[in-house]
């Protein structure tokens, strides 16, 4: 695992450098590295707008299969999914249209037969769901909505644990009394039953509500972990050292004590962000986290159930794939990392 | 022994207070005046008025929360906002459903997890085992729903081997016709997170002296793994298994849901859907109890198998 320095300096390497060459060595670490850099770069770029924008648009008919299946459905499948090409403009809207098929109808009538206007699509690569709406830029919109509530809130949480474990564990006494009450509060009521609690009281959907919620809920365990380590390290030899030296109470636990403990937040942080994106889907589904007018991987787990009874399965393979992928990535990242970071654990 | 339990309870209190204080926080301040979420959308200052009397909120915050300590000292959140069904009727009602469930669940969900993980643990560091544990992070990366989902729609919808959903009041019938498809694909959810975490109990204790002992002994290697490491990893699983028995009630929500079993679980899903406070307040605060008696059950089980602990 650890490959022999073959540098000759007299300046030994920091901790950092080390890591990052334990970590190159791990071929696991470095793909999953790589895909879920790939996938917070497609994240960003549906955010500034490149990507999937248009996501709510009518592109295809109703239910069109992915074109690389259309040859392989059998049964009534296939004569549902049949071409067709339908005549009227696409609507913008998302909702089922009462009128529509007198619409059509109507559009028929109006036009001369055979001009086909902005005729809709058939072969979109993962097929399209009920509304014609692509189904690919719907799960890369999903990704969105679903990394970055899952970030967001692991990041609340992240934070919420650290300070608390940092000054429960670096000013002890009362300071620490309170912390450890809150902390056993927390810890005795399981985490579902938290968030379904809060979920309850807030009685207002919507992603910040998620963020929220995740975030007061999870980070009892990264609190445990950083209490300790501020345990240990506040009276090492550095830490005195840094004391007689006239550094503040401050400076001494996050100028000198924090960089110590930085990688044990980093692996909390990714492990929570595997928590938060697999509970914000859980809570999506359930009706209590993002909206129906807005898209993630669990809302897309919703309309896939229904979508699975008339034997419409490609959004929900789409939203199935695109989380693994990711959750995946990231959790063989988080080994990788906790293995590179702190080579003395073996695992 | 039995000061150390002692002690262990009277620490309780404190914790017991903080989850009445913040269930109290959480229901009566964040969540708004229940008076308005009960008297619905068409409702006059009276009617209002009568509802807050009745409930209590127009006293102050301190008698307010007297009241909820009353309740849960006495067992008693009168009745369910929704249904009028008393809370505690609920429980009694819906707890069977959900044991009929969980029950063989956690145990053939243990039982092969640990096989597993000893299994693995023999082969450690081979491909068979790191490629396991690859497929594994990948099981567990796929949503839980995915599972029922896909479980429900292919082995019942389509093959037809178990019912779509149901339940009925006759527990043989519901253990051979509809409890066995939930309870295949609760094993399937929780088979690689379980596996992963015994495998580890199983590697902390696999370079013990007492080990190697045993193989210079001449004991051949299933007898080392399946009696003597087991026997030794048993006393975390144990620990593990006990400690998380009451959110057990709670794991089984989404198959509940799904498969329509009228258990504790669902109940929960249906209460926080329709607002329905006293019987959400009722399970944070029971299960928190019972969260912390398990826990210490699990502390001295572990203790009663492993002389080495000391608990102080």
């Keep these: 695992?650890?490959?022999?320095?073959?540098?000759?300096?007299?300046?030994?390497?920091?901790?950092?450098?080390?890591?990052?060459?334990?970590?190159?060595?791990?071929?696991?670490?470095?793909?999953?590295?790589?895909?879920v850099i790939l996938s917070l770069a497609l994240v960003l770029s549906t955010l500034l707008g490149s990507l999937a924008s248009d996501w709510e648009k009518e592109v295809a008919i109703s239910h069109a299969p992915p074109?690389?299946?259309?040859?392989?459905?059998?049964?009534?499948?296939?004569?549902?999914?049949?071409?067709?090409?339908?005549?009227?403009?696409?609507?913008?809207?998302?909702v089922v249209d009462p009128i529509a098929a007198q619409w059509e109808l109507a559009q028929k009538a109006v036009k001369p037969a055979g001009e086909k206007v902005n005729a809709l699509a058939t072969n979109l690569p993962m097929g399209s769901d009920k509304w014609g709406r692509d189904v690919l830029?719907?799960?890369?919109?999903?990704?969105?909505?679903?990394?970055?509530?899952?970030?967001?809130a692991a990041l609340m949480a992240t934070l919420l644990g650290s300070v608390l474990g940092a000054v429960s564990g670096w000013y002890g006494g009362i300071v620490d009394d309170l912390s450890?009450?809150?902390?056993?509060?927390?810890?005795?009521?399981?985490?579902?039953?938290?968030?379904?609690?809060?979920?309850?009281?807030?009685?207002?959907?919507?992603?910040?509500?998620?963020?929220?919620?995740?975030?007061?809920?999870?980070?009892?365990?990264?609190?445990?972990?950083?209490?300790?380590?501020?345990?240990?390290?506040?009276?090492?030899?550095?830490?005195?050292?840094a004391d007689a030296i006239g550094a503040s109470n401050n400076r001494r636990m996050f100028v000198h004590i924090l960089p110590n403990v930085s990688h044990?937040?980093?692996?909390?942080?990714?492990?929570?962000?595997?928590?938060?994106?697999?509970?914000?889907?859980?809570?999506?589904?359930?009706?209590?986290?993002?909206?129906?007018?807005?898209?993630?991987?669990?809302?897309?787990?919703?309309?896939?159930?229904?979508?699975?009874?008339?034997?419409?399965?490609?959004?929900?393979?789409?939203?199935?794939?695109?989380?693994?992928?990711?959750?995946?990535?990231?959790?063989?990242?988080?080994?990788?990392?906790?293995?590179?970071?702190?080579?003395?654990?073996?695992? | 022994m039995s000061a150390y339990i002692l002690r262990r309870i009277w620490q309780m209190i404190p914790t017991m207070a903080g989850v009445i204080l913040l269930v109290f926080f959480l229901f009566n301040w964040i969540g708004g005046d229940p008076a308005y979420v009960l008297a619905g959308l068409f409702s006059n200052?009276?009617?209002?008025?009568?509802?807050?009397?009745?409930?209590?909120?127009?006293?102050?915050?301190?008698?307010?929360?007297?009241?909820?300590?009353?309740?849960?000292?006495?067992?008693?959140?009168?009745?369910?906002?929704?249904?009028?069904?008393?809370?505690?009727?609920?429980?009694?009602?819906?707890?069977?459903?959900?044991?009929?469930?969980?029950?063989?669940?956690?145990?053939?969900e243990t039982l092969v997890a640990l096989v597993l993980a000893v299994g693995l643990a023999w082969v450690r560091g081979s491909s068979i085992d790191r490629g396991t544990m690859v497929v594994f992070t990948a099981l567990m990366s796929v949503s839980i729903l995915v599972f029922i989902i896909l479980g429900q729609y292919v082995l019942a919808y389509r093959l037809g081997w178990f019912p779509v959903q149901g339940w009925s009041d006759d527990y043989w019938k519901n253990i051979s016709t509809y409890a066995?498809?939930?309870?295949?694909?609760?094993?399937?959810?929780s088979i690689a997170p379980n596996t992963r975490l015994f495998r580890s109990f199983v590697l902390d204790e696999v370079d013990q002296d007492y080990v190697r002992t045993a193989r210079a002994k001449g004991l051949s290697e299933p007898r080392v793994m399946f009696v003597?490491?087991?026997?030794?990893?048993?006393?975390?699983?144990?620990?593990?298994?006990?400690?998380?028995?009451?959110?057990?009630?709670?794991?089984?929500?989404?198959?509940?849901?799904?498969?329509?079993?009228?258990?504790?679980?669902?109940?929960?899903?249906?209460?926080?859907?329709?607002?329905?406070?006293?019987?959400?307040?009722?399970?944070?605060?029971?299960?928190?109890?019972a969260t912390m008696i398990f826990n210490l059950i699990g502390d001295v089980l572990y203790r009663l198998t492993d002389p080495r602990v000391q608990l102080r």
């Design chain 1, 1 to 35: 695992m650890q490959s022999q320095s073959t540098v000759v300096a007299n300046v030994s390497e920091g901790a950092w450098a080390l890591a990052w060459r334990r970590f190159k060595s791990d071929r696991v670490g470095v793909w999953s590295g790589i895909t």
């Design chain 1, 67 to 94: 074109s690389w299946a259309m040859g392989g459905i059998q049964g009534e499948d296939a004569s549902a999914s049949t071409p067709e090409v339908v005549l009227y403009e696409p609507t913008p809207t998302d």
């Design chain 1, 137 to 152: 830029a719907k799960t890369i919109k999903g990704a969105e909505t679903s990394i970055l509530v899952g970030l967001a």
């Design chain 1, 180 to 241: 450890n009450w809150l902390y056993n509060v927390f810890h005795s009521i399981p985490g579902i039953l938290l968030i379904l609690a809060i979920a309850a009281v807030l009685n207002t959907k919507g992603t910040m509500a998620v963020v929220l919620i995740l975030g007061t809920t999870g980070w009892t365990g990264t609190y445990r972990l950083m209490r300790g380590e501020y345990l240990k390290h506040r009276n090492r030899d550095y830490v005195r050292a």
């Design chain 1, 264 to 347: 044990v937040i980093l692996v909390q942080f990714s492990l929570l962000t595997v928590a938060c994106i697999k509970a914000e889907v859980i809570l999506s589904f359930l009706g209590f986290g993002v909206p129906v007018d807005g898209v993630s991987w669990g809302t897309m787990l919703t309309e896939a159930q229904n979508d699975l009874l008339v034997g419409k399965w490609w959004q929900l393979l789409s939203a199935t794939v695109a989380m693994s992928i990711f959750v995946t990535g990231l959790s063989l990242l988080t080994d990788s990392l906790r293995d590179a970071l702190d080579p003395k654990v073996i695992h």
């Design chain 2, 45 to 108: 200052q009276e009617q209002i008025d009568s509802i807050r009397a009745e409930l209590g909120l127009d006293q102050p915050l301190v008698v307010q929360l007297w009241i909820f300590v009353k309740q849960v000292a006495t067992f008693d959140f009168g009745n369910s906002w929704t249904t009028g069904e008393s809370v505690a009727d609920i429980f009694a009602t819906r707890l069977p459903a959900s044991l009929t469930l969980m029950a063989p669940l956690l145990v053939i």
């Design chain 2, 180 to 189: 066995p498809l939930p309870i295949l694909l609760g094993l399937l959810v």
């Design chain 2, 228 to 289: 003597h490491v087991l026997r030794n990893a048993l006393i975390p699983v144990i620990t593990f298994v006990i400690s998380n028995l009451p959110g057990l009630l709670l794991g089984a929500f989404l198959l509940e849901r799904f498969f329509g079993i009228p258990g504790v679980g669902r109940e929960i899903i249906l209460a926080v859907e329709r607002s329905d406070f006293p019987v959400i307040k009722a399970v944070t605060v029971y299960v928190a109890i």
